[in-house]
């Protein structure tokens, strides 16, 4: 039987291709993303390219009442959880902490920090019983160094990291591997959504360098999916090779 991945936020950047990466691997996908029209595309696309089994399911991860709904009610097919990617998230402003708006605070707490335990909580019943599972998080550099006007974004991460330690801790009993992702700049619609539609703006963030694309890190997490059962990869940073980590990023022209 086909294994099954359940990845946040898969309606476009990495949690899209994580999707297309392990579809095109043959494993049973469920995606989920608040934007009903693209998942489902989405989905369809994935099942005619691939043969790919997939379950798509609607809802915002900051909705506690919905994710536990949602994820705690799944058909007896795609109960079996083998990998949970918590990747839903955003950054909301680039804004010095005296002026940065609350409301875009609570809302990548809300979403990076509270999401992804709400997520994590209503599947790990389901790791646990088995005793197996791979919940990987996607935090970023910004989880390892606090930027200028990073605020709330970089206190998610590091917030991401610190959670991500603690659950790898308290799950060894249940032999549950927790792999923390922390990529760089990489071009998806992060920026574009950071600065609330301003594409000009989103686009000279990746000028001057080639910097990660969502397939790296797609296969990264298809790589360290793969190891063998005794081995995990507790904590990887990666960044393209025009950058060293939050603060030197080398742009050329
Ligand atoms: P995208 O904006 O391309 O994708 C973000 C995804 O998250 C979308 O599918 C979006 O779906 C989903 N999402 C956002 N808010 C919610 C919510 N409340 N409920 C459910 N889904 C939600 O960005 P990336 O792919 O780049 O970002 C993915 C993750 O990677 C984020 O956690 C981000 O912080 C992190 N990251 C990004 C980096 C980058 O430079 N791009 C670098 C390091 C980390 P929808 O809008 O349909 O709900
Ligand atoms: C996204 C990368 O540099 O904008 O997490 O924090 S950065």
Redesign the pocket.
């Known amino acids: 039987m086909n294994k099954i991945i359940l990845i946040?936020?898969?309606?476009?950047?990495?949690?899209?291709a994580i999707a297309e990466k392990f579809a095109s691997e043959k494993w049973n996908c469920i995606i989920?993303?608040?934007?009903a029209d693209?998942?489902h595309e989405i989905a369809d696309e994935l099942r005619n390219k691939y043969e790919a089994r997939v379950l798509s399911l609607v809802?915002?991860?900051?909705q506690k009442d919905e994710v536990f709904n949602q994820l705690t009610n799944l058909p007896d097919e795609w109960k079996n959880i083998d990998i949970l990617v918590n990747?839903?998230?955003?950054?909301l402003g680039r804004d010095s902490f005296d002026t940065a708006s609350l409301q875009d605070w609570d809302?990548m707490i809300?979403?990076?920090v509270k999401?992804m335990y709400y997520v994590t909580k209503a599947v790990l019943p389901i790791m646990t019983a088995r005793k197996q599972g791979h919940i990987f998080n996607?935090?970023?550099?910004?989880a390892k160094e606090v930027y200028a006007n990073g605020n709330a974004?970089c206190a998610s991460?590091h917030a991401v990291n610190a959670l991500s330690q603690s659950m790898r801790i308290d799950l060894l009993p249940y032999h549950i591997k927790v792999t923390c992702i922390?990529?760089?700049?990489?071009?998806?619609?992060?920026?574009?959504?950071r600065f609330k539609g301003d594409e000009e703006k989103a686009k000279t963030v990746y000028s001057g360098y080639t910097?990660?694309y969502?397939d790296d890190?797609a296969d990264t997490i298809y790589y360290c999916a793969n190891l063998p059962a005794h081995v995990c990869i507790n904590d990887l940073v990666m960044t393209c090779t025009a950058q060293a980590n939050s603060f030197y990023l080398h742009k050329e022209g």
């Open positions: 946040t936020g898969a309606t476009s950047g990495f949690g899209k989920t993303g608040r934007r693209r998942l809802f915002d991860v900051q990747n839903a998230g955003l950054a809302t809300d979403t990076n999401g996607i935090g970023s550099t910004a974004y991460k922390n990529p760089g700049a990489a071009d998806t619609e992060f920026s574009v959504v910097p990660l969502a890190v």
